[in-house]
């Protein structure tokens, strides 16, 4: 299959790309820093000869790179598979290039220009969009006047709304496009023990306090693998341990999911 990845010189992404290389998988790597994009495709080559693996560079958090990122893969013909992995949290309220919460556009915002700017290889493919969110939506309280926070901002409250955008932007790919043969899947890959804990700033002790019970990034990749490389599953659903899941009653609002895709696409237009 070709399959697009975001993220994945560290972590869950990493484990995804080599599970996915390993199965002789054509991938494609998207990620903001292109030596370290550059290294993990010869480690991974080196692993495995026969893999096929290009890199792209593409930083969530200037628009511009998103759209260049695209414009680079459209000659790679239908796309498979697109998973959304890449994403981070910030101990302070930063703006991008481009005007917008950060957290917002490197968890969110990227991702849905990236994803309709590949839609038409994903629709030529009846492929799959994997959105990797997190439980964490469940705290997620989304304010079609405010969604980037410009009031009572705190770094896990705009976590939380960006992995709700996460599940709502899937239910709304579900909704505009499961007709043409489009799957779009959100996900919860566990707690992981990966770097997120350093964009916690004064709170980096919790994250020290939860180490010794967070799973691996290998079994954090374990719904995304099981998504993206088998069939059968509920498009628009979410889901947990490899199994659809109830997402929260926020991340089944079909009004908010409509609302955040029509500001999401303003936005996206620049």
Same mark, same amino acid.
């Given at each position: ?5 975001? #993220?994945?010189? *560290? ?7 080599? $599970? ?6 054509? %991938? ?5 820093? =292109? ?22 560079? +593409?930083? %969530? ?9 695209? *414009? ?15 994403g981070g949290l910030t ?8 005007? $917008? ?6 968890? !969110? ?7 309709? *700017? ?12 994997? &959105?990797?969110?997190?439980?964490? $939506?469940?705290?997620?309280?989304? &304010? ?6 410009e009031k009572g901002w ?6 939380? &709304?960006?992995? %709700? +955008? ?6 709304? %790919? $579900?909704?505009?496009? !499961?007709?043409? /043969? ?12 990966? /770097?997120?804990?350093?964009?916690? #700033? ?9 180490? =010794?019970?967070?799973?691996? =990034? ?12 088998? !069939?059968? !599953?509920? *498009? ?35």
């Amino acid at each position: 299959m070709n399959i697009v990845i975001t #993220g994945t010189t *560290s972590g869950i992404g990493a484990a995804t790309a080599e $599970h996915l290389a390993a199965a002789g998988h054509q %991938l494609w790597l998207l990620n903001r820093n =292109p030596q370290k994009s550059a290294a993990q495709k010869n480690e991974l080559l080196q692993k495995y000869p026969q893999a096929k693996i290009e890199t792209v560079t +593409c930083d %969530l958090a200037h628009l511009n790179s998103v759209r260049a990122a695209a *414009s680079a893969i459209k000659n790679i013909g239908s796309i498979d598979v697109l998973i959304n992995n890449a994403g981070g949290l910030t101990s302070q309220r930063e703006v991008t290039v481009d005007g $917008h919460e950060m957290q917002f556009q490197m968890n !969110h915002l990227g991702h849905f220009l990236l994803t309709n *700017s590949l839609l038409p290889q994903l629709l030529a493919a009846k492929g799959k969009v994997i &959105n990797v969110s997190s439980e964490a $939506h469940r705290a997620g309280r989304l &304010n079609p006047n405010d969604f980037q926070l410009e009031k009572g901002w705190s770094a896990f409250g705009a976590y939380a &709304n960006a992995k %709700l +955008c996460n599940v709502l932007f899937t239910a709304e %790919l $579900h909704k505009r496009y !499961h007709a043409q /043969g489009l799957q779009a899947f959100a996900l919860h890959p566990g707690v992981v023990n990966t /770097g997120f804990g350093n964009g916690l #700033g004064g709170m980096k002790w919790m994250w020290a306090l939860m180490r =010794p019970f967070l799973i691996t =990034p290998a079994k954090g990749a374990a719904t995304t693998l099981h998504l993206a490389t088998t !069939h059968g !599953h509920v *498009s628009g659903g979410y889901y947990k341990n490899r199994k659809l899941n109830k997402a929260a009653p926020a991340g089944r609002d079909a009004g908010l999911a409509d609302t955040l895709w029509l500001y999401s696409e303003t936005l996206a237009k620049g």
